[in-house]
């Protein structure tokens, strides 16, 4: 792909060089060759990167006030989404090598153009896999499955009946999606434990990622849903009827218990814990091991914006650390009262 058409797709404004020049691949500005595209977002990140070998480089409007000579800049408000995106763009993707002889495939699934499906892989009865989608090796497609086109399903990954995927959803290895929510009644009587019925489906919409051992289980007699183009990284758990919105990111180590809710945009940064029947509202950002007791309702009325929320109750930072301080000056007052232990 050329720099021109970059460009076209993605914007900005190339300042200096040939837009006819093939970008070869994407680098770090230390790494990169007289071939490859990098990218600068602060003043000293910029002048490295001016001074290094990247022949082409993604910068900050007038992030020099002269250009080296042989590079090609190109200006942008926001150079590490621009890079970001143009390495997707760039991205080999490998040629689709059709059906292994060694996967299962049933004979009512539906598979449409260009699908990949690898050695081992299992796809199951009226399950329907979109156009370009590549199922790797090992990895179960349950019954009447739907995944959309474009798709990644990566090695063992298992998705189980009654799961529904739109299109460009990449799921890593070892997540298990669709699976029955821990939901169990107790009989007083004898303290016996009986399933409440996990019948319910999944659903997870466009553009979403879903991280290697992470666990997303089906609604119990509803639905679960992952909105479009969220971003779950390595070993979550989102529980049974969870209504996540979009463009929310979740880190790894999260637990999400059941019938929760999480608006548009939120941030759940990792080990954090929510239990059931939370709701979290749109653009909250819940900061590293934060929890959420259950039925409570938590947003950024009130908070100024990027706020972040720490601690169990989960509260602004603010907070904690006067809460921490008063707690502090309470024990060494508590100390020279009572004396050494």
């Known amino acids: 792909m050329t720099l021109g058409e970059l460009i076209e797709k993605l914007g900005g404004r190339l300042v200096q060089g040939d837009p006819e020049w093939t970008v070869a691949g994407v680098h770090s500005s230390e790494r990169a060759s007289a071939f490859d595209l990098a990218f600068a977002d602060t003043p000293a990140a910029a002048a490295t990167a001016l001074a290094g070998k990247a022949g082409m480089l993604v ?69 329907h896999i979109g156009e370009n989608t590549r199922v790797e090796a090992g990895a179960i497609i349950g019954d009447g499955v739907v995944v959309g086109g474009d798709c990644h399903i990566h090695p063992r990954a298992v998705i189980y009946a009654g799961t ?34 996990q019948q319910g489906t999944l659903v997870i919409e466009d553009d979403v990622e879903i991280g290697a051992n992470s666990t997303i289980d089906r609604g119990a007699l509803r639905e679960t849903r992952i909105g479009r183009g969220t971003k779950i990284d390595n070993l979550v758990h989102v529980g049974h009827n969870c209504d996540i919105g979009e463009d929310v990111i979740i880190v790894a180590l999260t637990g999400i218990s059941g019938s929760s809710t999480v608006g548009n945009g939120a941030v759940i940064a990792g080990q954090v814990g929510l239990g059931d029947h939370v709701h979290i509202g749109p653009g909250v950002i819940l900061g590293g091991q934060a929890g959420v007791f ?48």
């Open 294 to 341: 259950s039925g409570k309702t938590v947003t950024n009325d009130g908070l100024k914006p990027g706020t972040v929320l720490f601690g169990t109750p989960a509260r602004p930072l603010k907070q904690v650390l006067r809460e921490q301080a008063t707690l502090a000056r309470l024990a060494r007052r508590a100390r020279k009262r009572d004396g050494p232990a």
């Open 59 to 127: 910068l900050k409007p007038h992030a020099g006030a002269l250009y080296p000579r042989g590079k090609s800049i190109i200006e942008t408000d926001h150079p590490r989404l621009w890079f970001a995106r143009a390495a997707k763009l760039l991205a080999h993707r490998a040629s689709p090598s059709g059906i292994s002889q060694s996967a299962v495939v049933a004979l009512d699934a539906i598979i449409a153009s260009g699908v990949t499906v690898r050695a081992g892989a299992v796809v199951g009865a009226r399950a």
């Open 164 to 197: 529904t995927l739109g299109r460009r959803v990449v799921v890593h290895a070892g997540a298990v999606l669709g699976a029955d929510g821990f939901g169990y009644v107790r009989d007083d009587a004898t303290g016996a434990y009986t399933q409440f019925p």
